[in-house]
């Protein structure tokens, strides 16, 4: 007896739009991987008897910072690159990009190299570079969530487009009908 032949298919795309709960979730599993050696420094200093002085004033938050802010700019890039449309306003990416540099990115590395200069870092240098941490991660984390949904919605609708285009037709492996 012959078989009969497998039908062919054509999967469908997702129906849900992603979410930003997902987007969130993708940044903050990235920064992991800046705080990991943050988590290492802080057993470490804490076991040699170092206080919170010695641990906040290692110059490794200054260098953390400065890893954050460029790698939001990096995600902002490859999101407006990845959009085919003017939907997303330009503009104010530009301006986010543009305040992340001027206000984090270019200070992270003077505070840095202040930090590793000095004998005894100052209580105001050390707030300065826990500041400049916590707005490098945030804007890493605000940034590299909106970055990634913009690239998901990108491929969502891409994928929506094609599916749309042959509403009747089965797709064979490249793509063609």
């Not at 690159?81 to 997303?88: F, Q």
């Not at 004998?119 to 990634?148: C, D, K, N, R, Y």
Request: glycine content about 8%; overall charge positive; cysteine-free.
């Amino acid at each position: 007896m012959n078989p009969s032949p497998m039908p062919e298919t054509k999967t469908k795309p997702v129906d849900d739009q992603p979410e930003m709960q997902e987007s969130f979730n993708a940044a903050a599993a990235e920064s992991l991987f800046v705080l990991l050696p943050l988590i290492v420094l802080t057993i470490v200093l804490l076991r040699k008897g170092n206080g919170a002085r010695g641990l906040f004033g290692s110059p490794e938050w200054s260098f953390a910072g400065a890893i954050l802010l460029g790698q939001s700019i990096i995600k902002v890039i490859y999101a407006i690159s990845s959009i085919r449309t003017r939907k997303y306003k330009l503009e104010f990416i530009v301006l986010v990009v543009a305040g992340a540099m001027v206000l984090g990115l270019a200070p992270s590395p003077i505070v840095l190299s202040i930090m590793l200069t000095s004998e005894t870092p100052s209580l105001g240098m050390i707030s300065l570079q826990l500041a400049l941490f916590a707005i490098g991660l945030t804007v890493f984390l605000v940034v590299g969530m909106l970055a990634h949904f913009i690239r998901a919605m990108g491929k969502w609708q891409d994928e929506k487009q094609l599916f749309r285009a042959t509403p009747n037709k089965s797709l064979d492996a490249s793509g063609t009908t």
